[in-house]
Structure formats: C-alpha cells, structure tokens
C-alpha cells in the first residue's frame, strides 16, 4: 500500500543501497592531506641553499631593473615599497607552511614513537617470556639423568652382577660366607 502511495506522490524513490549527494557547500573544501603534502614540499624549498639562491637572484635583479631602468619601465622606486610589500607577502605565508609541515613531522614522529614504544614492549616480553622458559629448562635438566650418570649406574649394576655370578654376593651384614651365608653371622646352632 505504501509503495503505492510513494509512486504516486511524484518524488523519486530513495535508494539505501547507494550513498547519498553531496550537498553543495559555499565554502570551498580540500583535501587537509593533499595541502599537507604541499606545505611539506614547499617547506622543503624554503629550507634548500636553491631557493636563497633563487631570492637572491631574484632581488638583485629587482633592485638594479628598479635604478638602472629607464623611468617609465621601473615599477618600483627606490624605498621598494613593492619589493617590501613581496617579501612580507612571502614570509606570510612560508611561516605557517612551515609550521604546518613541522606539525605533520611532529605527528609522524609521535605515531613512530608510540609504535616503536610497543614493538620494545612486545620485545621485552618476548625475552622474559624465553627468560622464565630457559630457567624452568636448567630447572627440567636438573632432574633429567645426564649419560654420565646413567653410565656410572649401569657400571654399578654390571660389577653387582659379576659378583653375583662369581658367588660373592653381598649381603647387609657383610660378605657372603660360602653357601651364600652371611660371614659373622650365626649358624644354625646359633653360634658365632
């Protein structure tokens, strides 16, 4: 029933699968990455032995066209009014440019520091982590039966067993008398 009044009403039907218009604005807009990126440029010229030679050129030439010029082709007289009213125009705006540029470097070096700040974290906790593994390693081999001492045992046994073969079988009251009777102990009449 509603899309039946929608399609009669005459407007057009409102699509959510698209986004909308972008309404037109009275202020101009730009892209605040696009003139970051710009201001970074132009900072990095005005930061360059190429442009102070560039503006000197530039004012030599201003100055000796402005007095050695005929009258009528000197655009600016000697004070340089227009020269001055140039070079102020151009510190204008090369200061916030450059404020600009140093604010996006100040930026990048934060986020740097904070990803360089957890890379240390993640780092330092990989090493206790393998620290406390090590220790409970040394801590495992401790009670871990080395070759050596399994050697010396089986040594043991293996001289155990040769005495028993031969007939010397020790016993805890001393060596083994013949019959494999205890030496020192009493016989069956009970004497020593």
Do not use: C
Request: net charge neutral.
């Amino acid at each position: 029933m509603r899309r039946a009044e929608h399609r009669e009403s005459g407007r057009p039907r409102v699509r959510l699968d698209q986004p909308r218009e972008q309404r037109r604005r009275l202020v101009p807009e730009w892209d605040p990455e696009a003139f970051g990126r710009l201001s970074e440029r132009v900072a990095r010229f005005l930061g360059t032995g190429r442009f102070i030679v560039w503006m000197t050129l530039i004012i030599i030439l201003w100055v000796v066209w402005n007095i050695v010029a005929p009258k009528a082709a000197r655009f600016d007289e000697y004070p340089f009014i227009f020269l001055t009213l140039t070079l102020s125009l151009q510190a204008s705006y090369a200061a916030p440019l450059i404020l600009l540029a140093q604010n996006r470097q100040d930026d990048r070096d934060r986020v740097t520091q904070e990803q360089e700040r957890k890379q240390n974290e993640r780092s330092i906790a990989d090493t206790e982590y393998l620290t406390r593994e090590i220790a409970a390693l040394r801590i495992g081999l401790g009670e871990v039966a080395t070759r050596d001492w399994i050697r010396s045992e089986l040594e043991d046994l293996v001289r155990e067993l040769d005495e028993r073969r031969d007939g010397h079988r020790p016993s805890e009251g001393g060596e083994a008398g013949p019959g494999g009777e205890p030496r020192g102990a009493a016989g069956p009449r009970g004497e020593a």
